[in-house]
């Protein structure tokens, strides 16, 4: 998220991530996604959202989409991001998905360097537009098949 609202939080994404956010959209993504946490002895650590049975922006690439990888900043390198995404290959590859896909903003380069050490591979690009504002993704796709 922070890619996105590098040059400033705009009332228009505030707005926007107040709603995603909130406790009612965690509600409904409980009740329709696959969520895994993440935890220690100080809580939640991170987590995956799985949508299973997904079209990514680009044509021919139906499969689950890694909705969400979240893991909490100061966390951050310390492995936890890479046991949830392995666990979201084999939750993906156990629903017999021929393929697990996600969006990343283009500008955020740790994160496509992170995906591709782990087996994905840029499928194309599309966009994330809010109140007129562009943002370039790029659609990261894993063969599970």
């Given at each position: 998220?922070?890619?996105?609202?590098?040059?400033?939080?705009?009332k228009?994404?505030?707005?926007?991530?107040?709603?995603?956010?909130?406790?009612?959209?965690?509600?409904?993504?409980?009740?329709?996604?696959?969520?895994?946490?993440?935890?220690?002895?100080?809580?939640?650590?991170?987590?995956?959202?799985?949508?299973?049975?997904?079209s990514?922006?680009?044509?021919?690439?139906?499969?689950?989409?890694?909705?969400?990888?979240?893991?909490?900043?100061?966390?951050?390198?310390?492995?936890?991001?890479?046991?949830?995404?392995?666990?979201?290959?084999?939750?993906?590859?156990?629903?017999?998905?021929?393929?697990?896909?996600?969006?990343?903003?283009?500008?955020?380069?740790?994160?496509?360097?992170?995906?591709?050490?782990?087996?994905?591979?840029?499928?194309?690009?599309?966009?994330?537009?809010?109140?007129?504002?562009t943002?370039?993704?790029?659609?990261?796709?894993?063969?599970?098949?």
């Amino acid at each position: 998220m922070t890619t996105y609202i590098s040059r400033g939080l705009s009332k228009p994404f505030a707005e926007y991530v107040l709603d995603k956010f909130s406790p009612d959209s965690f509600a409904c993504a409980i009740a329709t996604d696959q969520l895994v946490l993440s935890e220690d002895d100080t809580g939640v650590t991170g987590y995956i959202r799985l949508k299973h049975g997904q079209s990514s922006p680009i044509a021919g690439c139906v499969g689950t989409e890694l909705a969400t990888l979240y893991i909490r900043p100061p966390l951050q390198g310390q492995g936890i991001g890479r046991a949830l995404l392995s666990h979201a290959v084999s939750l993906a590859a156990g629903r017999s998905s021929p393929v697990l896909w996600l969006t990343v903003n283009c500008e955020n380069q740790r994160a496509q360097g992170f995906y591709t050490a782990h087996g994905f591979s840029v499928a194309g690009r599309t966009q994330f537009v809010l109140d007129g504002q562009t943002y370039p993704n790029a659609v990261l796709r894993r063969d599970l098949s």
